[in-house]
């Protein structure tokens, strides 16, 4: 190599220089992750940064990682699909940014092709009953002062706008303008979301704190209530839904809407649904209404005559 004028040592100290995945990793974070995305969303990415990426790839040259590197580290969490899915986009994230940043030759993304394990998804939605005994266990917390009325008000916001639990924790008294809901960064950006009178009655009649700008007021001046998750067990165990989470209002709300026949686009809006796909997902049917659909189906078709008659006259 000397002979063709090489210079391997000079080789070696460029290679020592090159920036690590570890090193990527932070760029990332600093970069893309603390500017674009929310605070939870921050720290997801920090948790399998810190967990999941660095211990197992750190050391490892940004330009050395190829797929194989990846499929083991995703394979090496198969016991846990969900999260090895979610280092594996947070991974294909930072390569693409290491492209654009001229870290990688472009398309050499070592994530492609490197396939996500099934995810089991856990929607759990509330039957009429289970819903009814919500309602009342709600109503009698706020009445006996079991639960803060803050508290009672967030699931009741929950519940009857199928708005996602941080928007609801953080929402601000000037985000209420003429019934709706102006939300000004929520996780689909700024978003207008009308409210039912009776949501706008029961928030005429809470209590605005002094020196709190939230609804959803905590103990602390000047803050919102930042642990629902304790309240929320509480509540459900007097429900008798213990398997219920708070996200699974929303998922709730969305279902409500699909039995009562409000098209996919409607639920995609009022939810703020990025994709469509989101929504299917969520519109759960009960077989009530699914048996009501193919009934309809049937009588638009059949009318009032039995397939067998219809058969016979065909003959």
């Known amino acids: 190599r000397v002979a063709r004028g090489e210079n391997p040592a000079e080789e070696i100290a460029k290679h020592h220089a090159e920036p690590t995945i570890a090193n990527l990793g932070e760029r990332f974070y600093t970069e893309h992750v603390v500017?674009?995305?929310?605070?939870?969303?921050?720290?997801?990415?920090?948790?399998?940064?810190?967990?999941?990426?660095?211990?197992?790839?750190?050391?490892?040259?940004?330009?050395?990682?190829?797929?194989?590197?990846?499929?083991?580290?995703?394979?090496?969490?198969s016991d846990?699909?969900?999260q090895a899915n979610r280092t594996l986009g947070v991974l294909s994230k930072m390569f693409n940014l290491a492209e654009e940043w001229g870290l990688r030759p472009d398309g050499s993304n070592p994530c492609r092709h490197v396939k996500k394990y099934?995810?089991?998804?856990?929607?759990?939605?509330l039957t009429s009953?289970?819903?009814?005994?919500?309602?009342?266990?709600l109503a009698e917390c706020e009445a006996d002062g079991s639960e803060s009325p803050h508290v009672c008000a967030a699931f009741w916001l929950l519940l009857t706008t199928g708005r996602r639990l941080g928007e609801i924790?953080?929402?601000k008294w000037s985000y209420i303008v003429g019934g709706y809901m102006e939300l000004p960064d929520s996780k689909v950006g700024a978003m207008r979301y009308p409210l039912a009178g009776p949501v706008r009655a029961m928030l005429a009649r809470l209590e605005r704190l002094p020196n709190n700008p939230y609804v959803i007021a905590g103990h602390v001046e000047g803050q919102h209530v930042t642990d629902l998750q304790?309240?929320?067990?509480?509540?459900?165990?007097?429900?008798?839904?213990?398997d219920v989470r708070i996200h699974d209002l929303r998922h709730n709300a969305a279902?409500?809407?699909?039995n009562r026949g409000v098209s996919l686009q409607v639920i995609g809006k009022t939810l703020g649904h990025k994709q469509i796909q989101t929504t299917l997902r969520y519109a759960h049917l009960t077989d009530e209404t699914?048996?009501?659909?193919?009934?309809?189906?049937?009588?638009?078709?059949?009318?009032?005559?039995?397939?067998?008659?219809?058969h016979q006259a065909a003959e």
């Open 290 to 310: 699914a048996q009501k659909a193919v009934d309809d189906l049937a009588d638009g078709i059949l009318g009032e005559a039995p397939i067998g008659r219809l």
């Open 118 to 125: 099934p995810e089991r998804r856990k929607e759990r939605y």
């Open 169 to 171: 924790q953080t929402l």
């Open 255 to 258: 279902s409500l809407l699909a």
């Open 230 to 242: 304790k309240p929320w067990r509480r509540i459900r165990a007097l429900a008798g839904i213990p």
């Open 80 to 82: 846990i699909p969900y």
């Open 35 to 77: 500017k674009r995305c929310k605070p939870r969303t921050q720290n997801e990415y920090r948790r399998a940064l810190d967990i999941f990426i660095k211990p197992a790839l750190g050391s490892f040259k940004i330009g050395d990682v190829t797929r194989a590197d990846i499929s083991k580290l995703h394979a090496s969490r």
């Open 129 to 137: 009953e289970e819903l009814a005994r919500l309602k009342a266990v």
